[in-house]
Protein backbone atom coordinates (compact mmCIF):
# COMPACT_ATOMS: atom_id res chain seq x y z
CA UNK A 1 0.00 0.00 0.00
CA UNK A 2 2.13 2.89 -1.31
CA UNK A 3 -0.23 5.22 0.59
CA UNK A 4 1.19 3.79 4.21
CA UNK A 5 4.87 4.47 3.71
CA UNK A 6 5.02 8.23 4.82
CA UNK A 7 3.47 6.98 8.04
CA UNK A 8 5.46 3.90 8.99
CA UNK A 9 8.49 6.49 7.78
CA UNK A 10 7.24 8.92 10.44
CA UNK A 11 6.38 6.54 13.09
CA UNK A 12 10.00 5.07 12.63
CA UNK A 13 11.20 8.45 12.66
CA UNK A 14 9.00 9.14 16.24
CA UNK A 15 10.42 5.56 17.54
CA UNK A 16 13.94 7.13 16.93
CA UNK A 17 13.26 10.10 18.60
CA UNK A 18 11.48 8.25 21.89
CA UNK A 19 14.61 6.19 21.70
CA UNK A 20 16.95 8.81 22.19
CA UNK A 21 15.05 10.48 24.56
CA UNK A 22 14.78 7.82 26.81
CA UNK A 23 18.53 7.45 26.10
CA UNK A 24 19.22 11.01 27.27
CA UNK A 25 16.59 10.70 30.23
CA UNK A 26 18.42 7.65 31.84
CA UNK A 27 22.06 9.08 31.53
CA UNK A 28 20.37 12.55 33.18
CA UNK A 29 18.61 10.10 35.77
CA UNK A 30 22.39 8.14 36.41
CA UNK A 31 24.34 11.59 36.41
CA UNK A 32 22.00 12.72 39.34
CA UNK A 33 21.73 9.29 41.63
CA UNK A 34 25.84 9.92 41.42
CA UNK A 35 25.46 13.28 42.06
CA UNK A 36 23.14 12.65 45.00
CA UNK A 37 25.47 9.98 46.56
CA UNK A 38 28.25 12.66 45.91
CA UNK A 39 26.59 15.34 48.00
CA UNK A 40 25.45 12.58 50.62
CA UNK A 41 29.16 11.55 51.27
CA UNK A 42 30.21 14.92 51.90
CA UNK A 43 27.01 15.60 54.32
CA UNK A 44 28.53 12.58 56.35
CA UNK A 45 32.69 13.80 56.32
CA UNK A 46 31.11 17.33 57.74
CA UNK A 47 28.83 15.67 60.06
CA UNK A 48 31.89 13.72 61.16
CA UNK A 49 33.95 16.48 60.32
CA UNK A 50 32.11 18.73 63.27
CA UNK A 51 31.60 15.67 65.87
CA UNK A 52 35.42 15.28 65.70
CA UNK A 53 36.04 19.09 66.05
CA UNK A 54 33.29 19.01 69.27
CA UNK A 55 35.24 15.96 70.61
CA UNK A 56 38.54 17.65 69.95
CA UNK A 57 37.55 20.74 71.90
CA UNK A 58 35.94 18.69 74.73
CA UNK A 59 39.31 16.59 74.94
CA UNK A 60 41.13 19.91 75.31
CA UNK A 61 38.71 21.40 78.04
CA UNK A 62 39.36 17.89 79.97
CA UNK A 63 42.92 18.12 79.61
CA UNK A 64 42.95 21.52 80.61
CA UNK A 65 41.16 20.98 84.14
CA UNK A 66 43.28 18.13 84.65
CA UNK A 67 46.40 20.11 84.43
CA UNK A 68 44.89 22.59 86.50
CA UNK A 69 43.66 20.63 89.21
CA UNK A 70 47.44 19.61 90.02
CA UNK A 71 47.83 22.88 91.53
CA UNK A 72 44.51 24.31 92.20
CA UNK A 73 42.22 24.42 94.98
CA UNK A 74 39.44 21.64 94.76
CA UNK A 75 36.73 24.06 94.50
CA UNK A 76 38.01 25.83 91.19
CA UNK A 77 38.54 22.24 89.50
CA UNK A 78 34.94 21.43 90.53
CA UNK A 79 33.24 24.49 88.63
CA UNK A 80 36.07 23.73 86.09
CA UNK A 81 34.32 19.98 85.79
CA UNK A 82 30.71 22.14 86.59
CA UNK A 83 31.30 23.90 83.11
CA UNK A 84 32.55 21.42 80.78
CA UNK A 85 29.29 19.42 82.20
CA UNK A 86 26.78 21.72 81.04
CA UNK A 87 28.82 22.51 77.93
CA UNK A 88 28.46 18.68 77.17
CA UNK A 89 24.74 18.56 78.03
CA UNK A 90 24.25 21.26 75.42
CA UNK A 91 26.31 19.98 72.22
CA UNK A 92 24.84 16.72 73.09
CA UNK A 93 21.29 18.84 73.12
CA UNK A 94 22.45 20.63 70.00
CA UNK A 95 23.22 17.55 68.06
CA UNK A 96 20.19 15.71 68.73
CA UNK A 97 20.57 13.53 71.63
CA UNK A 98 18.76 13.09 74.50
CA UNK A 99 19.01 11.50 78.00
CA UNK A 100 15.92 9.27 78.53
CA UNK A 101 13.79 9.55 81.43
CA UNK A 102 12.49 5.98 82.79
CA UNK A 103 12.31 5.79 86.14
CA UNK A 104 8.63 5.30 87.49
CA UNK A 105 8.21 3.74 83.87
CA UNK A 106 7.29 -0.01 82.57
CA UNK A 107 10.50 -2.29 82.02
CA UNK A 108 10.02 -2.71 78.02
CA UNK A 109 13.55 -5.43 76.88
CA UNK A 110 13.63 -3.87 73.51
CA UNK A 111 14.26 0.00 74.62
CA UNK A 112 15.78 -0.75 78.38
CA UNK A 113 18.21 -3.51 79.40
CA UNK A 114 17.72 -4.88 83.10
CA UNK A 115 20.59 -5.66 84.99
CA UNK A 116 18.53 -6.47 87.99
CA UNK A 117 15.01 -7.21 89.82
CA UNK A 118 14.30 -6.42 93.06
CA UNK A 119 11.08 -7.59 95.50
CA UNK A 120 8.68 -4.19 95.96
CA UNK A 121 5.67 -4.96 97.54
CA UNK A 122 4.32 -1.05 96.88
CA UNK A 123 5.46 -1.32 93.08
CA UNK A 124 3.88 -2.82 90.39
CA UNK A 125 5.68 -5.40 88.31
CA UNK A 126 8.21 -4.26 85.59
CA UNK A 127 8.33 -1.07 86.76
CA UNK A 128 11.79 0.71 86.49
CA UNK A 129 12.83 1.61 90.42
CA UNK A 130 16.52 2.20 89.41
CA UNK A 131 19.11 3.39 86.37
CA UNK A 132 22.25 2.08 86.62
CA UNK A 133 23.46 3.76 83.34
CA UNK A 134 21.27 6.47 81.75
CA UNK A 135 20.07 5.34 78.26
CA UNK A 136 20.22 8.14 74.95
CA UNK A 137 18.10 8.70 71.87
CA UNK A 138 19.32 10.26 68.91
CA UNK A 139 15.91 11.95 67.00
CA UNK A 140 14.08 9.90 69.03
CA UNK A 141 15.59 6.43 68.13
CA UNK A 142 17.52 4.61 71.09
CA UNK A 143 21.41 4.28 70.45
CA UNK A 144 22.06 3.21 74.08
CA UNK A 145 19.63 1.60 76.46
CA UNK A 146 19.24 2.33 79.61
CA UNK A 147 20.74 -0.25 82.34
CA UNK A 148 17.73 -0.49 84.99
CA UNK A 149 16.64 -2.46 88.15
CA UNK A 150 13.20 -3.47 87.85
CA UNK A 151 10.77 -4.31 90.27
CA UNK A 152 9.01 -7.36 91.06
CA UNK A 153 6.28 -8.12 93.40
CA UNK A 154 7.15 -11.64 96.18
CA UNK A 155 6.35 -14.55 94.67
CA UNK A 156 6.04 -16.32 97.65
CA UNK A 157 3.31 -14.04 99.47
CA UNK A 158 1.71 -14.51 96.00
CA UNK A 159 1.59 -17.67 95.78
CA UNK A 160 0.55 -18.36 99.49
CA UNK A 161 -2.42 -15.71 98.90
CA UNK A 162 -3.54 -18.27 96.20
CA UNK A 163 -4.20 -20.83 98.25
CA UNK A 164 -0.35 -22.61 97.00
Same mark, same amino acid.
Given at each position: ?? +???????????? /????????? !??? @????????????????????? @???? /????????E????? !??? @??T? %??????? +??????????????E???????????????????? /? +?????? %?? %? %?D????? /???? !???????????? &?? &????? !????????? +?
Open positions: MP +GEAPEVGEASEE /VKRLREENL !YLR @AELDNLRKLLEREVEEAGKRA @AERL /VLTMLTMYEVERI !YNH @AQA %DPETTLE +GLRILVREMRRMLSNGIRAMEVIGKKFDPFIHEA /V +GFVERE %DV %D %DVIIAE /VSKG !YEFRGRVIKPPR &VI &VSRKS !YQREANSCG +G
